[in-house]
């Protein structure tokens, strides 16, 4: 069993940075492939970036290639999304996941979600 809680959202002006961090319980954390999904209002929750269980691995959906890094501390057991040069349509719940064996959609955990909102 897997906990995760992200930390880290809040309310940012267009061109503005954030990060998002994820906490996750348990001694297992490295065992995870990890990832950020976001959902904004009225639209279906899409895939974000995901890291593989060493880290030396990322993929991330096109919208935010450039501008987002994913990356993880398996000694801290926390997972990590910067953003950078926000955008109004990076608005959304951004929520992160974990599966032993791949992210998506589908992932056996997770958190809550935390709010990041980009004003114009």
């Known amino acids: 069993q897997v906990q995760l809680v992200e930390s880290g959202g809040g309310l940012v002006q267009a061109g503005g940075s954030l990060r998002l961090s994820c906490a996750a319980s348990?001694?297992?954390?490295?065992?995870?492939?990890m990832g950020w999904f976001r959902q904004a209002p009225g639209k279906e929750r899409e895939f974000v970036a995901r890291?593989?269980?060493?880290?030396?691995?990322?993929a991330y959906v096109d919208s935010v290639k450039g501008r987002f890094t994913i990356s993880r501390d398996n000694a801290k057991n926390t997972v990590y999304l910067q953003m950078n040069s926000l955008k109004p349509e990076d608005t959304a719940v951004y929520y992160c996941?974990?599966?032993?064996?791949?992210?998506?959609?589908?992932?056996?955990?997770w958190g809550q979600g935390t709010q990041v909102t980009v004003s114009s």
């Open positions: 996941a974990a599966d032993s064996q791949a992210v998506n959609r589908y992932a056996d955990y």
């Open positions: 890291i593989s269980r060493s880290g030396d691995g990322t």
């Open positions: 348990g001694r297992t954390f490295s065992r995870y492939y």
